[in-house]
């Protein structure tokens, strides 16, 4: 029973993890369809604004959720300004261009940080549960997973900023006509999604550790999370990482971590296979 | 993308096919012949690299340029080819035959992928997800088969070290005579110019020009009445073979590791192609060879990191020069040989 309940917990927070790292990713590819292959880096350009300020002496709750999606958030809008915008429509080019920002973020950040594991270790301890114990800073995860999502819902259902979102990306010509610029909501659009993968990067960085090429173990799985998803944002993402989070932390429980993200990529493939355009281009095609 | 490109080829006469195949070999054989002579030890061997790594560009330039399927997987057959060789090598303790079985298991892996994609109507992006995917799940794999209970046969796979005993080409038929690096510099220089002529070759082929047609629009194809799916195997199969190669050739000169199947060199194909020119066969082959040489170079400088300069190169090309190098200076030549428009 307790095992269980232990396993049920771990599964849920691999579900969170993989929702938070790639939520960023599928901002910005539902609302602008360009992935965004330097999300990894973002990740960890968050991780290490966290960890840096935490060095600073600023308190960990200010650097995770506050200076972290700042710093990423202002790198973001750069970028669009510097590189994406001259590439929209353009997809197989944006995935190239940012596939060389994320080589040379690598390169950058190893040179000013070096290439060592950095980190700070994860508030709350341990909670207990019947014999086992789960960390709680895994529960606060799936929190603010959940805090994330609800947030995101929230934005695009009821504000008006969410409104003139939705309205551009089902179609920006429309949205045009109407006295909306297209090319300020994308510049918008980035710069938010680029804020969420900070947010993720110091959310994860006291699990993980930061270190310059921390985002290549993260970008493959995010990726993967968001097409598997399809174009639905949230009930894409929402519903390919409790597959894909949870048929990997069983195969993880039930023989090595390395077998676990094995099965998790096998899963991909056949639901790819099975529903080429994503679980939403099925199933609740019609949900947010 | 670089459809007019491909068309005023196709326009070209037929027998140019056949010259360029030629004189790519004539090429090969005399730089086959001389470099050795010119190049010192180290740098013959840092050359066959280059020249093995010019198959695997080459091998894409073909998928992608002309077959117009973005894999960001080519480095699995690499690393499978690679693999393949080295573990036939070692079982039979002669690589008369590990070579083809290097071939034959390239080509196989490359034709389950296609069928899984290609007949299951997958596309696009797609595509360039379950490549990869399939390429990080082999990275995973190979990098886990540390300790004695992964081998096969006489062939520890040795995980994350790869199998640094890698056995050496030897004279066909003669185990106990391997060759010297010259002699292996002299084969991957010619079994590159073989392969840019069997590229040449097949995409002047009729098969070759329905699937120049295909990339160039799909949908026109199939209402023509090919079998789209049939055609797109088919060259991923020929490209899958290539890069299997090209993983024999770099397991010659460096031995195999689950690096082969790494982010990075599926990365680094792609730059190779997009920098030297996408639609073409002889860019993709130099853009790998300035740019390994310019990472080479940059590899020595201590204060900047290589990965930089590749980064803001690659950048830059897709900002600047979106067609690749040699299709934008032939344009560039063809328009000081005109003149001035008057």
Known sequence: MDL????????????????????????????????????????????????????????????ILVIAPAVVGAVGFVVERLLIRHLYGRMVDTMLATWGLSLALIGGVTMLFGDSVSGFSAPFGSVPIGRFRISGYSLFLIAMAGVLVLGTWLVLRFTRAGLIARG??????????LGVSPARVYAVTFTAGAALSGLAGGLIAPVSGVLPTMGTAYIAKAFITVITGGAAILAGTLSASALLGTVSTVATFLTTPVFGEVVLLIVAIVLLRLLPRGITGRFLRRAL | MAGPQTLARRQAPRDRAWMASGAAVLLGVVAAVVL???????????????????????????????GGILCFGQAAFFGLGGYAYAVAALNFSDTTFAVPVALLVATAAAAVLGYIMFFGRISDVYVGVITLTVTLILFNFANSTAGDEWRIGAAPLGGFNGIPSTPLLNVPGEPGAGLAPEAIFRIAVIALAICYAIARLVLRSRFGRVVVAIKENELRAELLGYDVRLYKLGVFSIGGCMAGLAGVLFANCVFVSPTMFSLSYSAQVIIWVMVGGLGTLVGPILGCILLQMLTTWAGTLRDINPNVILGVILMAVVLAVPRGLLPSGIALLARFRRGPPR
């Open chain 2, 36 to 66: 050795p002579q010119v190049l010192e030890l180290f740098a013959l061997i840092n050359a066959t690299v280059f020249v093995s790594m010019a198959v695997l560009a080459l091998s894409l330039a073909l998928v992608w340029g002309f």
């Open chain 1, 168 to 177: 551009t990306m089902q179609n920006p010509d429309v949205a045009a006509t």
């Open chain 1, 4 to 63: 269980a309940a232990a396993v049920l917990l771990q599964a849920v927070a691999g579900v969170a993890t993989l929702l938070i790292v790639s939520l960023g990713l599928a901002v910005i590819f539902g609302m602008m369809r360009v992935i965004n292959l330097a999300h990894g880096e973002f990740l960890m350009l968050g991780g290490y604004a966290t960890v840096l300020s935490v060095r600073a002496g600023a308190s960990v709750w200010l650097g």
